[in-house]
């Protein structure tokens, strides 16, 4: 079997960056080039300064500084890591399409395809190369095609590799996967990918499957997961009329080991770059096999998701007398989660459009967002002129700073240190009566009641 000495991942993203620089980390004989084409993410990559790494994740920093000069590499050179490669990686951004046929369900393959043909022009001896990217089941299909017309008598061997780190513990989940899923045809090709990660991963962990099983299983582990919070949301607004806390219902049905008791912190609604867009394509795909009835099922996961942040917006502008017209209402957390500086598809985006839409004043403060990230999410979404975002919206580096003076404070996203606020001093500098709508369930309700806070908080 061949021995895999040099590996380049195309893509140094969110999923790239951190999968790689473990790769690299538990192989320290295997040398592996993450490469890009965007300058700045490699530059950020190669910065001296680790606190500038372009992905945020607790540990990372000790990960990459440890491989990094080593035997990891960041490049914007694409072909030469190409042509030097035993095993190439794919892990470009594969985002829902925003044109033609399919758009707003099927995945955009434009990047995927691209890669293949570089691969298949650059080139000149045999490759593995992985699939790391989520695609839809039977995307290796189409790699073979482009790679096996070349005519220049290479071997390719493609397999599929789907990604389940989540952001925030990214550098955990890689150390310590619940499974490794490796997904092909050849023999040879998937035991040398096995001999990479059975570096660190117990080999009971390392699942092999065919090709068509691993790709779908990577649509379907999403779906189910984002499934789990749509179920619980469900049931916040049921329990809201009802006197029921979700909390309290969380517990007592996640106590079943049936059940089990993950995924069932009912929130403001799912974001992150992958369950909408990775349910979304589960449903294309269903209903271009014409299976209706499969698709309408996983599509209310999303209708219900979309529900659930409206339903949040509504309910401050409701609380507040059905008017945020001028008034100062203080986010906390734009980020999709703790943890990371993300915010593709968070919920925050959308509850912030929402009482813009109503001319309300918002001020955000989030640990790990830059304020360019924030008004480059509002003015991505069209609803509003650029200026008139950054008329109605200001973004502070303090949070006490967001909240002095404000009518109201919304948590978006449940970073840890919202808690530790001295929310006595914070009820001082806000106006009266002073409203917490907790989109998390993160503050503690009878601390708040007893500070005179009007709290809500979702599912209670
Ligand atoms: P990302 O947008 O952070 O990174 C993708 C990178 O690929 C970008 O930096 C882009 O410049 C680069 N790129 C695109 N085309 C290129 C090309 N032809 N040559 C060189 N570089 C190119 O995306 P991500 O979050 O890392 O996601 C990558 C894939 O992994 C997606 O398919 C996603 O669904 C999947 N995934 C993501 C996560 C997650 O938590 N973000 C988890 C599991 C799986
Ligand atoms: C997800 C999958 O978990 C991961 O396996 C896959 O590889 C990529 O997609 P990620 O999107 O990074 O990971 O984060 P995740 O922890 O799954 O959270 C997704 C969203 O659901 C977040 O907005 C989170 O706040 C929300 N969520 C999660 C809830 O609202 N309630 C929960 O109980 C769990």
Redesign the pocket.
């Known amino acids: 079997m061949k021995e895999i000495k040099k590996i380049t991942c ?7 960056g951190p999968t790689m620089s473990v790769i690299a980390q538990k192989n320290p004989d295997v040398e592996v080039t993450v ?4 300058h700045a ?1 490699i530059a950020a990559w190669n910065d001296e300064d680790l606190d500038n790494l372009p992905v945020y994740e607790p540990g990372l920093d000790a990960v990459v500084g440890e491989a990094r000069g080593r035997n990891l590499f960041f490049s914007t050179d ?1 072909d030469k890591a190409i042509s030097e490669a035993d095993m190439i990686f794919i ?4 985002p829902t399409k925003t044109y033609g046929k399919g758009k707003g369900q099927a995945a955009d393959l434009k ?1 995927i395809e ?2 293949a043909r ?1 691969i298949a022009a650059v080139a000149k001896n045999d490759k593995i190369v992985v699939e ?4 839809p089941v039977r995307t290796a299909e189409a790699l073979k095609n482009i790679l096996e017309n070349t005519g220049n008598g290479v071997n390719f061997h493609i397999l599929s590799n ?6 925030g513990t990214a550098v955990t989940d890689l150390h310590n996967p619940d499974r490794v899923l490796i997904g092909g045809e050849d023999a040879e090709a998937i035991e040398a990918l096995v001999n990479v990660y059975a570096a660190w991963v117990p080999r009971e962990r390392i699942l092999t499957t065919n090709l068509w099983s691993s790709e779908l299983s990577k649509l379907v582990a999403n779906a189910f997961l984002a499934q789990r919070v749509s179920s619980i949301n469900a049931i916040s607004e049921l329990c809201e009329v009802t006197g029921a806390n979700v909390d309290e219902v969380a517990r007592a049905i996640g106590q079943d080991s049936r059940i089990g008791g993950k995924f069932l912190k009912a929130s403001v609604g799912f974001g ?3 369950f909408q ?2 349910i979304l394509n589960l449903v294309y795909i269903a209903r271009t096999y014409n299976l209706h009835e499969v698709a309408d099922y996983w599509e209310q996961v999303i209708i219900m998701n979309d529900h659930q942040k409206t339903r949040f917006a509504e309910k401050i502008i409701q609380t507040m007398y059905n008017t945020v017209n001028g008034k100062h209402i203080a986010f906390l957390g734009w980020a999709f989660k703790k943890d990371t500086n ?1 915010t593709r598809e968070s919920a925050a985006i959308y509850v912030a459009d929402h009482l813009l839409d109503e001319e309300a004043q918002v001020v955000v403060y989030d640990p790990k967002v830059s304020a360019e990230q924030i008004y480059k999410d509002l003015d991505y979404l069209g609803t509003r002129s650029p200026e008139d975002n950054r008329r109605l919206v200001k973004v502070v580096d303090n949070a006490y700073e967001a909240l002095d003076g404000a009518h109201a404070a919304a948590i978006l996203t449940e970073w840890d240190e919202f808690k530790g606020y001295d929310w006595a001093k914070v009820k001082e500098g806000m106006k009266k009566p002073s409203f917490v709508f907790d989109g998390r369930k993160l503050l503690d309700r009878n601390e708040l009641n007893r500070l005179g806070f009007a709290y809500y908080a979702i599912g209670e």
């Open positions: 195309i893509g140094a993203g969110y999923v790239g490469v890009d084409l965007n993410r694409v892990s470009v951004n594969t990047f691209l890669c570089q790391k990217s989520t695609l789907p990604e389940f780190l989540a952001e992150g770059s992958c867009k990775d993300d």
